[in-house]
Each structure stands twice: as C-alpha cells, then as structure tokens.
C-alpha cells in the first residue's frame, strides 16, 4: 500500500520540476540574445546611434581615417596594442555602435565588448559601403 502512493508522489514531483526547468532554458536564451551583437544595416545605425546614451566607435586604422568618418566617432584601431585596454575604458551603460570599412574588424570588437560584459552592442552590416550606399555624411 505504501509502494502505491509513493509512485504518484514522485510523478507529481517530477511533473512539477519540468516546467521550471524550461523557464530557466528561457531566461538563459533571453539572457543570450541580449548579450549578443546586433547586427544592423547603415539607416538603423544612424537612427540608433544618434540618441543620447550612445557611443559611435571606428575600429579603422589612421590611414582609412583620413578618407572620412562617421560623425562624432572615436577612433580606437583593433589593430593598435591597446586596442583591448582602449576599448574596454567605453561605458557598460551606453550603446555602443561599432564600424570599419566592410564589417568584418567591427563584427569582432563588438563580439570582444559582449565577451567583456558590455550588453547594448550594435555592428554595422557592410561597415562604410552600406554607409555611402545610403547617402550618409562623413566628416574629415
């Protein structure tokens, strides 16, 4: 008698534990689709960018530089021994908005700021080309 009201007990024990065990695998995949590099084309990095709480950041070298920049950018060259030290000095409590030339240098400084803890990090699709495909200022 006492076998048989122990094996409900347990089925509703392991019932009950199931759904907590999904909550978690969802707040882990939110957590992680928040703290991941979004991706975005050149008219959402302007519209974005341009708020108040956010930092533009060139990860170009000097010489790409002096062909022109996204207004108010920072130039922090990935290439640059400091590059890591320089770009961790940036507020966990801003946007931060990360371009190069073709996206490729910036898609992986932006991956190094979410690997850093930085939460809010924006990547732009096809870096400058989508940039003036659009039309968009740079300053000298």
């Known amino acids: 008698m006492k076998t048989s009201l122990l094996i409900p007990i347990v089925s509703l024990l392991l019932i009950s534990c199931q759904p907590e065990k999904v909550s978690q695998e969802s707040a882990t995949t939110e957590v992680a689709q928040r703290n991941s590099v979004k991706s975005i084309n050149a008219v959402d990095f302007q519209n974005l960018s341009s708020k108040e709480n956010a ?25 640059d021994a400091d590059f890591e030290s320089r770009i961790k000095e940036l507020s966990k409590d801003q946007s931060i908005f990360i371009y190069c030339s073709a996206g490729v240098r910036s898609e992986k400084a932006a991956e190094f700021l979410i690997s850093q803890g930085y939460t809010d990090v924006y990547h732009l699709e096809g870096g400058l080309g989508d940039w003036y495909r659009n039309g968009f200022p740079l300053e000298k």
Do not use: C, M, W
């Open 55 to 79: 930092t533009i950041v060139d990860v170009r070298t000097p010489e790409e530089v002096t062909q022109g920049k996204i207004p108010n950018a920072l130039v922090i060259n990935i290439y």
